[in-house]
């Protein structure tokens, strides 16, 4: 669970730009560190960022090898409850709108999360801060309890790598498990989700009304996921939007935005998704080269396969095999042999006293698999982690690489389940 939430997206709400048609849900994102931010979400240091970052990755990289993370024993409900694992959440909250009558509730989103969940009265065991109120069943004529026999329970190992209990009354009980200790158990649920801009509602939303929250999830009041499972947000949209979406994750001087829907591809250069066995829910792809200016790493091809690749919104800092980021940073090492180094700092191994807005940083491509690519600009290579040293934005990995959402900032970013396939296109906030 990693709660430094640097960017936020209004689902509902007239006062933010948002578009509904026939082609899908426009939404408005936010740097949560801009002045226009509404959610007084805590600011975390750059070495905190980093640390819960490598747990992320820790915890991707467990799950690939069909291992354990840190057994959880949740206090919640009095019924047995199997420990597990499950990919925590990364860097971006949502407003949603649930129940008749609706309110508004602010969610973390994240690529490599399936389970949607909200913290719920009575909180029978412990519910963290939050900003707004705490959902109440009782308030809602729509909410609903998921029984144990349904096929949305049965669907809960596959969603969140632990199997589903049973309460007393037969009411299909959830656990959502993180990589850093922190979880959510309660009860499988269902009320309907309102979408603004006249988007109308959308009945029998499923979702976990968590009795016992525990753990870094910042004030947020729950998590919506969009990885590739039929209990996620995507695919409970996907019916009605279709099962694509996209993002742009802005600076803190931009707006962004969130799409589910259909785009227009002339727009992207696309690379395919590859099938993986170790984990169908997440987003697979295939790296194919890193150039640094106009000269391609000195490293062999097959170096570039060594490893599976995925692109994840949660992950902040982009992992390569370890051969690849040791040649990325001998090369960024040379452009900038002029310019006095820094300790390293945390997991990031290559530093410089200054600022990436400063230093003349070589751009760096990152090629996939069809010819996609990611041309990365200054702010994108390099992490200012204090006000004196700025950090090569990548880090070495010997398990799962990883393109993290650091990488991904300014870019159109679309994710096109129906076809199998990931595009990028420059320039995708205003």
């Known amino acids: 669970m990693y709660p430094h939430l640097d960017f936020f ?101 994240d690529t490599g999360s399936s389970l949607n969940w909200l913290q719920c009265k009575p909180c029978s065991i412990s519910c963290h801060k939050q900003v707004g109120p705490i959902f109440d069943p009782a308030a809602s004529s729509s909410y609903r309890t998921v029984p144990c026999s349904s096929p949305e329970c049965n669907e809960l190992q596959s969603a969140t790598l632990n199997p589903p209990s049973c309460s007393r009354s037969k009411i299909c009980i959830y656990q959502a498990s993180y990589g850093d200790g922190s979880f959510s158990v309660g009860y499988l649920s269902k009320d309907t989700l309102s979408l603004g801009g006249g988007g109308g509602a959308v009945p029998g939303f499923v979702y976990g009304c968590g009795q016992d929250n525990e753990g870094l999830f910042g004030n947020t009041a729950g998590l919506i996921g969009l990885a590739r499972n039929r209990l996620s947000m995507l ?20 707006t962004g935005f969130l799409s589910i829907g259909s785009y227009n591809p002339a727009q992207f250069s696309f690379t395919p998704l590859v099938p993986n066995r170790l984990d169908g829910s997440l987003y697979f792809l295939s790296l194919a080269g890193v150039s640094v200016g106009r000269g391609q790493l000195a490293v062999a091809a097959s170096e570039y396969k060594r490893l599976p690749t995925i692109i994840d919104s949660g992950t902040v800092i982009t992992r390569l095999p370890t051969a690849v980021h040791e040649a990325l940073s001998k090369a960024v090492v040379a452009a900038l042999a002029r310019y006095p180094r820094a300790p390293a700092y ?63 900032q300014t870019f159109k970013v679309v994710y096109d389940v129906t076809r199998s396939r990931i595009g990028f296109a420059a320039g995708g906030c205003s």
């Open 9 to 109: 997206v209004f689902l509902t709400g007239a006062q933010h730009r948002q578009e509904l048609n026939s082609s899908g849900l426009h939404l408005t994102l936010h740097d949560i560190r801009s002045p226009c931010s509404p959610a007084a979400l805590p600011e975390i240091a750059a070495g905190e960022i980093l640390r819960r970052d490598q747990r992320r990755v820790a915890d991707l990289a467990t799950r690939l090898a069909g291992g354990e993370a840190a057994i959880i024993t949740p206090k919640a409900l009095n019924v047995p409850l199997s420990a597990g694992v499950s990919v925590g959440v990364g860097n971006y909250v949502a407003k949603i709108s649930l129940g008749t009558p609706a309110r508004d509730y602010i969610v973390v989103f």
């Open 346 to 408: 945390s997991i990031l191994e290559t530093c410089f006293k200054g600022s990436f807005r400063t230093l003349p940083v070589p751009e760096v491509t990152i090629t996939f698999a069809g010819g996609a690519q990611l041309k990365l600009a200054a702010g994108n290579v390099m992490y200012d982690v204090s006000s004196t040293t700025t950090c090569l934005a990548f880090a070495p990995t010997s398990n799962v690489a990883i393109i993290g959402n650091r990488q991904h």
């Open 235 to 254: 695919y409970q949209l996907g019916a009605k939007y279709g099962y694509a979406f996209s993002y742009c994750l802005p600076t803190k001087s931009a």
